[in-house]
Each structure stands twice: as C-alpha cells, then as structure tokens.
C-alpha cells in the first residue's frame, strides 16, 4: 500500500533540491567573476528596490539587520553603492546604486538569460506559464499556513 503523503513529499524534496541546484549553477556561472552569492543578491535587491532602507534590504534577503549592514557596508566601500540620508527618518539611510554598478548588473542578465535558457529547454510557453501559476499557488499555500503552536507561543 503505497503512502498518501509520499506524492507531495517527494515534490517538495524535488522543490529542494531544484532550488539548490540552480544556486548552485548560477554560483558556478558567477564564481569567474569574485563576487559572492551575497553580493550578487544585494546589489539585485537594492536595483529592483532603489532608495530601500538596511532593514528592508535585510528582510528581502532574510539576514538580521546587522548582517546586511556589514554586507552594504562592503559594497559601499567597493563604490557599488551609496546610502543617502532618509528623508523623513534621520536614524535611517536609503541605499542606491552607483553608475559603476551597471556592467554588474548587465553581466548578471546575461548570466541569468543563459542559464535560464538552459534550464528551461524543452519547455513551452503554456507549460512555464502553468508552472509559474502552480508554483504562485504553492507560495500562497505556504504563506496561508497558520503558525505551528510554538511559534503561537513566542509571538507577543
């Protein structure tokens, strides 16, 4: 008698694993280049997020505050960024891109285009956009889901 939960057990192993996978080749792509993967997921946030505070930029890359400051930080002194003071918070900074950013972000386009190209060969239109909805429909489920008792607990 084979297990009612195995199905989506193994779809979400798959999940795992696929998602690891395409870290991993994108890491492998952008390995040539010096930068890290912690790099690379700052500056793309802070380009699709121009003007984000620390802790925005923190909460989108799931890092404490503490962490993405020491990481803008570093990519501030390497001239890829720059924070300009808040305009209706003195305690916070906005951080920006800098002009010396463009070629990195166009040279992860194009990393991204080809390893995209690569992974999803074979795949039509229709079937992206049907995986795309289920994977949207996942996401929501996940997010739908009511906190286990122990988090209920610690939550003020």
């Not at 694993?17 to 890491?27: G, S, Y």
């Not at 121009?50 to 803008?72: C, F, H, K, S, Y």
């Not at 950013?101 to 166009?106: K, R």
């Not at 795949?123 to 008792?149: C, H, K, V, W, Y």
Request: charge should be positive; include cysteine.
């Amino acid at each position: 008698m084979s297990d009612p939960v195995s199905l989506p057990r193994s779809i979400g192993t798959k999940l795992s694993v696929v998602a690891r996978q395409l870290r991993h080749r994108f890491d492998e792509r952008l390995g040539k280049t010096g930068g890290t993967r912690a790099k690379w997921m700052l500056i793309g946030t802070v380009a699709a997020n121009p003007g984000a505070t620390q802790r925005m930029i923190a909460t989108r890359l799931e890092v404490t505050d503490v962490t993405a400051g020491r990481l803008i930080d570093r990519i501030v002194a390497e001239g890829l960024l720059e924070r300009r003071e808040h305009p209706q918070d003195r305690r916070a900074y906005c951080v920006y891109l800098t002009g010396a950013a463009q070629p990195l972000l166009d040279m992860l386009a194009r990393t991204a285009r080809t390893l995209e190209s690569e992974v999803f060969a074979g795949f039509s239109d229709g079937e992206l956009e049907l995986l795309g909805q289920m994977l949207d429909r996942l996401a929501r489920n996940i997010g739908s889901i009511d906190a286990t008792p122990r988090e209920r607990e610690t939550k003020p």
